[in-house]
C-alpha cells in the first residue's frame, strides 16, 4: 500500500506562482508513475501531468504545458508540482496519484493511490 498527502494549496492571484508536494509512505515510489489530477467544481477530474517512476519521461496536459513542471524525489518519496503563471481556470482541487510500474497513462482509473487532495485557489 502507498499512502500520499499533498499539500501546498492555498489562495494566489492570477500570475503568481505556487509549489505543490505528494509526500508518500508505506513503500518507495521508485517503481510507480506518479501524477497530478485536479477537479473544479462541477467537472470530471482531469489530468494535469505525469512522470515515468526515475524521472526520465514527463507528459503535460495542453492547458498546463510551458507553465507546470512535475518533478520527483525518489530518495525522499515525494513528488512536486511546480505551476506558474498561474490563472482563475487552474482553481481545482490538485490530486496527486500513483500506480505501480512502468505505464505513463493520463486517465484516472487506472491509478491505484491517491492523495486526500489540496485546493488551489487562483483569485482574478
Known amino acids: 500500500q502507498v499512502q500520499l498527502v499533498e499539500s501546498g494549496g492555498g489562495l494566489v492571484q492570477a500570475g503568481g506562482s505556487l509549489g505543490l508536494s505528494c509526500a508518500a509512505s508505506?513503500?518507495?515510489?521508485?517503481?510507480?508513475?506518479m501524477a497530478w489530477f485536479r477537479q473544479a467544481p462541477g467537472k470530471e477530474r482531469g489530468f494535469v501531468a505525469v512522470?515515468?517512476?526515475?524521472?526520465?519521461?514527463?507528459l503535460y496536459a495542453n492547458s498546463v504545458k510551458g507553465r507546470f513542471t512535475i518533478s520527483r524525489d525518489n530518495a525522499k518519496n515525494t513528488l512536486t508540482l511546480q505551476m506558474n503563471s498561474l490563472n482563475p481556470e487552474d482553481t481545482a482541487v490538485y490530486y496527486c496519484?500513483?500506480?505501480?510500474?512502468?505505464?505513463?497513462?493520463?486517465?484516472?482509473?487506472?491509478?491505484?493511490?491517491w492523495g486526500q487532495g489540496t485546493q488551489v485557489t487562483v483569485s482574478s
Open positions: 496519484a500513483a500506480v505501480r510500474g512502468g505505464l505513463i497513462t493520463t486517465t484516472p482509473r487506472r491509478y491505484d493511490y
Open positions: 512522470i515515468s517512476g526515475n524521472g526520465g519521461h514527463t
Open positions: 508505506g513503500r518507495s515510489i521508485s517503481s510507480y508513475t
